[in-house]
């Protein structure tokens, strides 16, 4: 747009007034449009959303009050009247037919056979059934044809169920370690199912399936199966911490029933959904079946458990206490997984409001703004303001370069991102950024103090020694600050020091924990004092979270009103200006 500076000239009434007639008409056009438009976003989101959602509610609302209003003792009844009011009726039409039935010995009737009379309806649906059983008919056709059979036959005398066989002619089978095999059995449904099970041999892999009711055809292993399912699912998928919170809840609960491990894991590998946790669960029923401890079976499944629960596994199998021990972990993963919800709803509600106000402002940008360009095309460009000046070039740069410009930020995102998950240098610069932040420090310091002590507290209540509690703690959180303090604690252990003297003066670990740390050491109650600071420090996490959601909400809105209000000010002063131009020529 080029503004041409002009030095101001006198005009004749008429042209004074054409020019005013044409600065209303298209504000007026403005004003229509944007009506037009509200008025469709309004009708949009009235017949779009919300009348479906009242003809729901009402609809359900009827239904519920139809449900409500049955009597079922009155509806008895009047079935039972109903009932006997038909009785008599036909009693009575019988009566009538025996007074009025006249005997003729020239013809025979039978009244008890009625022909019912064949109507446009009946040979319709005798048509459309008709049509819709012709897959069945041709299935049928298909499945009793001569060479189908005998390909069925074929195929059934080729497939033979396998003999247990107790030689070891596979070399990879005698060096003792586990290889993968791809098998093909039968399920109890009849189903035909294919697999990979990690096993010493091809006899502990049929043993296994066969204890499982799966009647195996083929078990065969090739250095093709090897590569692309050597490392098994196991080692891969992390169980997710809900679904965690049901694995232990349901095997705490069948172990104090009385029923035996391997025969729990069973029954959870029937409740399972997910293929991968299917073969987890498989894999770590066969390390029981061949002597190995629930604790290694769990290990040697890689990332899928967290160390924590495998440590406490651990511990429990020599106290005996394992139900104990879930139930704890339960616990703890139900506080965990709490915990983060807290932590999304509170960024979830800013994150959609500040996406949302960046939407507005580029809206306003990219077509409110050039509406008025137009009109500024005949002022003139001194007695436009600066300000108006300046919106109007940003407004001309992202039009321009909008594309540029998304492209810009979502690679700056994903960079960011990388970083910060592969770098540990800026992923520290960046976390201690966050907790220097004056309303975001307190949530990040107080979630890791709570799940710092609460983990220290359930590690320390079940005899998991020190040095192996400070290894699962540094594995557990993921925040740089606190691991550099886990690590000073493990180097002041090997010197002898005491733990506390690691926590002592740190700006990220509050005084009161601190204090606590120090009380516990003394009186020898450690794991009750962690206790007590995780259910402090979570309680005051949960207050923090709420109050910045209550603070952030009108924040968001007067941040949101402010930006679109100076923008649509800087656009409409000029308009004053004008005005003000015109009235002066008059």
């Not at 033979?160 to 093909?184: A, C, H």
């Not at 429990?316 to 206490?321: A, F, K, Q, V, Y």
Request: hydrophobic fraction near 45%; charged fraction near 25%; glycine fraction near 4%.
């Amino acid at each position: 747009m080029n503004l041409k500076r002009g030095k101001k000239s006198k005009k004749e009434p008429n042209k004074k007034s054409n020019f005013l007639v044409k600065i209303a008409t298209n504000v007026a056009h403005l004003f229509i449009k944007c009506c037009i438009y509200i008025y469709r976003f309004i009708k949009y989101v009235w017949y779009g959303i919300v009348w479906p959602l009242i003809m729901v509610v009402v609809l359900f609302s009827k239904l519920a009050m139809k449900r409500g209003s049955v009597d079922v003792e009155k509806l008895r009844r009047e079935g039972e009247k109903i009932k006997e009011k038909e009785n008599k009726k036909l009693e009575k039409e019988k009566r009538h037919k025996k007074e009025k039935k006249k005997i003729d010995t020239s013809s025979y009737k039978n009244e008890d056979i009625v022909l019912e009379k064949k109507n446009l309806g009946y040979y319709i649906n005798a048509g459309l059934t008709a049509f819709i059983s012709i897959p069945k008919m041709i299935k049928k056709k298909f499945e009793n044809a001569a060479l189908v059979k005998q390909a069925k036959n074929k195929k059934l005398f080729d497939t033979k169920t396998m003999l247990v066989d107790f030689s070891t002619d596979d070399p990879q089978e005698n060096e003792g370690k586990r290889i993968v095999w791809e098998y093909i059995a039968i399920n109890q449904k009849g189903k035909k199912v294919k697999g990979y099970f990690e096993a010493f041999s091809r006899l502990d892999v049929q043993s296994f399936l066969l204890g499982e009711g799966l009647a195996v055809y083929s078990i065969r292993t090739s250095k093709l199966i090897q590569t692309l399912h050597g490392s098994m699912a196991g080692n891969r998928v992390r169980v997710k911490n809900k679904d965690l919170i049901f694995i232990l809840s349901q095997l705490s609960t069948y172990l104090k029933s009385g029923i035996p491990l391997v025969e729990a894991l069973n029954i959870l590998i029937r409740q399972v959904q997910k293929k991968s946790y299917k073969t987890i669960f498989r894999d770590v029923t066969y390390d029981l079946t061949v002597g190995e401890s629930f604790s290694v079976a769990l290990e040697k499944r890689g990332r899928a458990f967290p160390k924590l629960l495998i440590n406490m596994v651990k511990a429990s199998e020599l106290t005996g206490e394992l139900p104990e021990a879930l139930d704890d972990m339960v616990n703890y993963y139900t506080e965990t997984e709490e915990t983060r919800k807290e932590m999304i709803s509170a960024l979830t509600y800013p994150t959609i409001v500040f996406v949302f106000t960046l939407a507005v402002v580029t809206f306003v940008m990219v077509y409110v703004v050039p509406q008025f360009v137009e009109i500024y095309k005949s002022m003139d460009a001194k007695t436009i303001p600066s300000f108006t000046l300046m919106v109007i070039s940003v407004s001309n740069f992202i039009q321009g370069n909008f594309i540029w410009i998304l492209v810009i930020m979502v690679a700056v995102l994903a960079v960011t991102v990388y970083l910060y998950k592969n770098v540990k240098i800026i992923r520290t610069l960046l976390q201690w950024i966050f907790m220097h932040i004056p309303v975001l420090k307190n949530v990040i310091i107080y979630n890791e103090v709570t799940m710092f002590s609460k983990t220290f507290a359930s590690l320390l209540s079940h005899n998991v020694y020190i040095t192996d509690s400070m290894e699962i703690l540094n594995k557990v959180t993921n925040n740089e600050i606190y691991k550099m303090m886990i690590l000073d604690t493990v180097a002041n252990l090997a010197r002898g020091d005491k733990i506390s003297a690691a926590f002592k003066d740190q700006w990220a670990f509050p005084v009161p924990a601190y204090e606590m740390i120090v009380t516990g050491e003394k009186t020898g109650q450690l794991a009750e004092m962690m206790s007590k600071v995780s259910t402090y420090y979570q309680s005051l996490h949960k207050n923090t979270v709420s109050k910045i959601k209550a603070l952030v909400e009108p924040f968001l809105i007067i941040f949101l009103t402010f930006a679109v209000g100076v923008i649509l000010l800087a656009v409409v002063v000029p308009m004053f200006n004008m005005y003000q131009q015109v009235q002066s020529l008059g």
